[in-house]
């Protein structure tokens, strides 16, 4: 049995390729006479760039296609189906030419790919740094590409696989930074939302406190009112049992007159001097009139809150009212006489010369102060001209008794009848603070010195532009618009 297995064996040898030891798969001739798988062959040599050595012989070629030897291929397959006969090592062979196979069929695919020269139809096994593309050999030793550096398509293939290896590593640290970077940031927003959590609970906290001091302050000026109201109801009462003790006694003496005149001549002249004298101290006997004073305390966190609406205010000249002198700084206004005719329209009013401010309001909150003069009339305010009506909200002063006294006065397309209301004798040296919410329709004013509401218009819908609106009486007397 053995001398008929190695004749077998030899053959099976001399079909088995010298460089991966396995029987031939497509196997190639070249100028040696030597074959190869030709995968093996292409493999072995593309380090070469124009020649290459035989791997027996070590004898010297040129690079060019090599001759398929598709007898030798018929041959190597047979002696595969010789399978039942070998050894152990044959079948040990066998299976790592199967494993082989699939890698030398991704090459043979690989080589596939890389197609032929379209002049020569060699295969382009080279590639030219200069014009950056894969040429064959023949391209090589063209007057075209005779001064480029080759290299073979692999070791350039591999270069450029370093470079990509290279950009990769590049890409990966960069990416390990994101990474670092988005837990970075993911803290940041966990973080955020907290401080979020905790500006939201401070403020609200601080608010809670707010409206704790308020609802203390907002009791303590009830307070206020209640025992200012307590005494002057004391005062007043009394006031009226003295004047209705004094009212029966001016009654009796009336009365007893009455009897006294009804007496006989003699009667009536005898006692003449003691009827004059109890005459005369009821007469002189007089009830001073009776003066409510309100005072009212201020509330000067409203005063703090309002001020952070304050506006700059102006005069518009255009405006003016034949009379009124405006500063260059168009922040006061002072009456001089009447200069020119004055016209006799609805705009204009007997006791007043007016002028308008500027900017107009149309939305929002605004607040303002005026100094207004002492003594004399004087009113400020709001005022808007529309086709059908003039409506204004406006504090004034006037004379009650010799004493200056503020109203307010209030002419809207939404009332029914103006709006007037009398408030309290003037303070000297008054600043009016004048607060606007255009949105809310209020309407408010304050004495700005002393941090006193004054008085708040009933809440309305104001719509169109209203502008600010200032008026002296026609005699000497200046306001300003506070800064």
Request: glycine letters at 4%; proline letters at 4%.
């Amino acid at each position: 049995m053995s001398s008929f297995l190695e004749p077998i064996e030899d053959f099976r040898k001399e079909l088995l390729c010298s460089i991966c030891g396995n029987f031939f798969a497509d196997p190639v001739s070249i100028e040696c006479g030597h074959n190869f798988c030709y995968c093996c062959l292409f493999t072995n040599c593309q380090e070469a760039s124009t020649f290459f050595s035989c791997p027996e012989c070590e004898r010297v070629s040129q690079l060019r296609d090599f001759k398929a030897n598709r007898r030798l291929g018929k041959l190597a397959a047979i002696a595969k189906k010789l399978g039942p006969h070998h050894s152990q090592d044959l079948e040990d062979h066998s299976q790592d030419l199967e494993d082989r196979s699939q890698d030398l069929e991704d090459r043979s695919q690989d080589f596939e790919d890389r197609g032929k020269c379209e002049v020569h139809q060699n295969v382009k096994m080279l590639f030219c740094e200069d014009d950056q593309r894969p040429i064959c050999v023949s391209c090589s030793q063209t007057l075209e590409h005779e001064a480029h550096t080759f290299c073979c398509m692999d070791e350039a293939a591999e270069n450029f696989r370093e470079k990509l290896q290279e950009t990769m590593i590049d890409l990966r640290e960069k990416t390990k930074n994101v990474v670092l970077q988005m837990t970075h940031e993911k803290i940041n927003f966990i973080i955020f939302k907290n401080q979020r959590q905790s500006q939201k609970n401070s403020i609200l906290f601080e608010f809670q406190k707010m409206q704790q001091l308020f609802k203390e302050e907002k009791d303590f000026y009830l307070s206020c009112v209640e025992t200012w109201a307590t005494v002057n109801s004391e005062s007043l009462s009394n006031r009226i049992s003295e004047l209705s003790h004094h009212h029966q006694a001016l009654k009796k003496r009336i009365t007893e007159l009455e009897e006294e005149r009804q007496k006989p001549a003699l009667d009536l002249l005898r006692d003449m001097k003691g009827i004059l004298s109890r005459n005369q101290c009821v007469l002189q006997k007089n009830m001073e009139a009776f003066t409510i004073y309100m005072t009212i305390p201020p509330i000067l966190e409203m005063m703090e809150w309002i001020s952070k609406w304050k506006v700059d205010i102006t005069l518009d000249c255009n405006t003016a009212d034949p009379g009124l002198i405006i500063s260059e700084d168009l922040k006061s206004v002072w009456y001089g006489g009447i200069q020119g005719e004055v016209l006799n329209s609805y705009e204009r009013t007997k006791d007043f010369a007016k002028v308008l401010g500027s900017p107009a309001f149309i939305s929002g909150r605004y607040y303002w102060e005026v100094k207004v003069p002492e003594i004399t009339k004087w009113c400020v305010g709001i005022y808007q001209k529309s086709k059908d009506c003039h409506n204004f909200f406006v504090i004034s002063s006037t004379q009650i008794q010799n004493n200056p006294c503020l109203y307010v006065m209030a002419q809207h397309h939404l009332y029914s009848h103006v709006h007037l209301k009398y408030r309290q004798i003037s303070p000297a040296n008054l600043k009016v603070g004048i607060f606007l919410d255009y949105e809310r329709g209020e309407m408010s004013f304050y004495d700005a010195i002393y941090g006193c509401l004054i008085y708040t218009f009933p809440p309305t819908s104001f719509s169109g532009p209203f502008l600010p609106l200032f008026c002296l009486p026609k005699e000497e007397s200046c306001l300003s618009i506070c800064p």
